[in-house]
């Protein structure tokens, strides 16, 4: 068994050396050393304040008591619900030359910027896959628009050959009427060539040519308004088909902003994972 005055040497090494493990952990840390029964030396940090002073009892119980009792060290981490600020616990048993436990080196460093960055990493991951899920939404709803503006599109262009197939239909029908004004004529002049026998017939050739007039009118006036209809399908066919190259020009940069954005994210929870080991 070591006599008191060695055992006071390997107390005041520590003592000596507790200066250097202070910077050692930049100051962010608070040193204790015990014997068996009690708190000798604490070398306070500015970044912990913990209860405990010179000439307490060591606890029993948790992470010190352990070490006493197995002489091995115990490293732990206390959260912050406990003192306000979370640390990691050192608890380093002393030993003499004979290898018996008598006192403890324990230390308690602050993980406050730890768990700073912890938080922040949680609350970046976080934001940044509530950002990747409204990108992705958003590309959807662009999508979904780019197909609805296709099915308008498409109907455009079956309404479009449809007023082009109506259009063939109504020329034919003016070729009609065109003959028909035609037979109308020459059933006038055989009319005027049978006298009053022919006033009769004369008549009837009269109205077939108005009705012959009448159509050709009407066919021009429906040949016109069709035109303009044609002409307004393919101004918003056109319209349709720029705002979809739009569309999908802008669906390309979310989904390259979506990507950057799950990258991120995965960064940030990497490092939150980190910040854990730290």
Not at 123 to 130: A, E, H
């Amino acid at each position: 068994m070591l006599s008191p005055m060695v055992e006071n040497t390997i107390f005041n090494s520590l003592n000596d050396s507790l200066q250097y493990i202070d910077i050692l952990f930049g100051h962010h840390i608070t040193i204790y050393i015990t014997d068996t029964e009690k708190i000798l030396k604490i070398l306070y940090s500015d970044k912990l304040s913990l209860s405990s002073k010179e000439g307490d009892p060591i606890p029993r119980k948790g992470p010190p008591g352990e070490a006493l009792r197995t002489g091995k060290p115990v490293i732990d981490i206390v959260s912050k619900e406990l003192y306000g600020v979370p640390f990691r616990s050192y608890s380093i048993p002393i030993k003499d030359n004979n290898n018996k436990v008598i006192g403890l080196l324990l230390a308690a460093q602050s993980l406050e910027n730890m768990d700073k960055v912890l938080t922040l990493s949680k609350n970046v991951s976080g934001s940044l896959k509530q950002m990747s899920l409204a990108s992705s939404d958003i590309s959807e709803q662009i999508q979904n628009i780019v197909n609805s503006n296709e099915d308008t599109s498409n109907a455009l262009n079956k309404a479009n050959k449809n007023a082009k197939d109506t259009n063939e239909i109504l020329r034919f029908i003016q070729s009609i009427s065109k003959q028909t004004n035609l037979l109308g004529l020459n059933a006038a002049i055989e009319a005027s060539r049978a006298g009053d026998n022919g006033k009769g017939f004369g008549v009837v050739a009269q109205e077939i040519r108005k009705l012959s007039k009448s159509s050709s009118e009407s066919v021009k006036e429906i040949d016109s308004v069709l035109k303009e209809i044609t002409s307004s399908m393919e101004l918003v066919t056109n319209s349709i088909n720029k705002s979809n190259s739009n569309f999908e020009a802008a669906s390309s940069a979310i989904e390259e902003i979506t990507s950057s954005i799950q990258e991120l994210s995965s960064t940030a929870e990497v490092l939150e994972e980190v910040s854990k080991k730290v």
